[in-house]
């Protein structure tokens, strides 16, 4: 496919995929809609890429919807015969794809932006970067795209609460000790910081990494120790039956030194 509103760059098992509308902060149009869309949801279906790594071009991530297209009209996908490309779907697609996306976040990622990195696995901002949920100040509901699931389990209620009803910004400092990212660095070494956890990732089975995934996301709906457990132990004998684990096994320094 060609994309005309997202850069996609291939780094072997690698996507670097790049929001590209730079004169807007990479505002989010129903044409990129569309385009993230198709990424994720052939991605689900792609096992040659392992990882994803999501920035923004130009001074920013991104600034949220493009207002100037007006508001994407509500889309009820159950009443839908199949799925549609939506903002609400595109973040799905990012949680059911099997490769973990990393999320460099420099500038501004608000509103709909703020979700596309609240949806990535990992986050690593900018200095410059900050965050806010701008739904509120738009005089909508703060609670969209599925904010009111990955915000408070990710900063906590009251971090949360706050950031949700207020729409204000969190910087890079306070987001780094409220766990919202993972590490800060300069802006120029945003990329730099991805190649540090690429690489230890690379080395990891593909099964064992995609299973590590879905199955955190799958314990993160569930409030039960044993039934977590139980999930656990299912998907680590499924990684033990593939070839590549027994390889890994065999390889690893612990059986050569033994």
């Keep these: 496919m060609t994309y005309s509103t997202i850069l996609l760059e291939h780094e072997g098992p690698v996507d670097w995929v790049t929001l590209n509308r730079p004169a807007s902060l990479n505002a989010i149009s ?5 385009e993230l869309y198709a990424y994720f949801d052939a991605l689900t279906r792609n096992y040659a890429t392992r990882i994803v790594v999501l920035r923004g071009a130009g001074r920013g991530f991104c600034s949220g919807l493009d207002l100037r297209e007006g508001l994407p009209p509500p889309v009820a996908q ?27 976040i420099h500038g501004p990622a608000c509103g709909g932006g703020f979700m596309l990195a609240l949806a ?31 915000l408070p389990r990710t900063v906590g209620l009251s971090v949360a609460s706050e950031l949700m009803l207020t729409g204000n910004f ?23 910081a991805a190649r540090e956890l690429i690489a ?59």
């Excluded at 129903?30 to 569309?34: F, L």
């Excluded at 799925?83 to 990393?102: E, G, K, T, Y």
């Excluded at 995609?210 to 680590?236: C, F, P, Y």
């Design 30 to 34: 129903h044409a990129m809609i569309e």
């Design 78 to 104: 159950n009443d839908a015969k199949e799925p549609s490309a939506s903002l609400p779907q595109v973040v799905r697609l990012m949680r059911a794809c099997p490769q973990p996306i990393i999320s460099l």
């Design 120 to 150: 990535s696995d990992i986050r690593i901002a900018g200095d410059t970067g900050r965050m806010n949920d701008a739904f509120i100040k738009l005089g909508l509901s703060g609670c969209e795209l599925g904010m009111s699931y990955f």
């Design 170 to 192: 969190i910087d890079a400092p306070r987001a780094l000790s409220t766990g919202l990212v993972s590490r800060v660095v300069p802006d120029h070494a945003l990329a730099q």
């Design 200 to 258: 230890p990732m690379l080395q990891t089975t593909p099964h064992g990494l995609r299973s590590t995934k879905q199955t955190l996301n799958q314990a993160l709906a569930l409030n039960d120790l044993g039934t977590v457990i139980d999930l656990e132990e299912r998907a680590q004998i499924l990684c033990m039956l593939s070839p590549d684990a027994r390889r890994q096994i065999t390889q690893s320094p612990a059986q050569q030194d033994g």
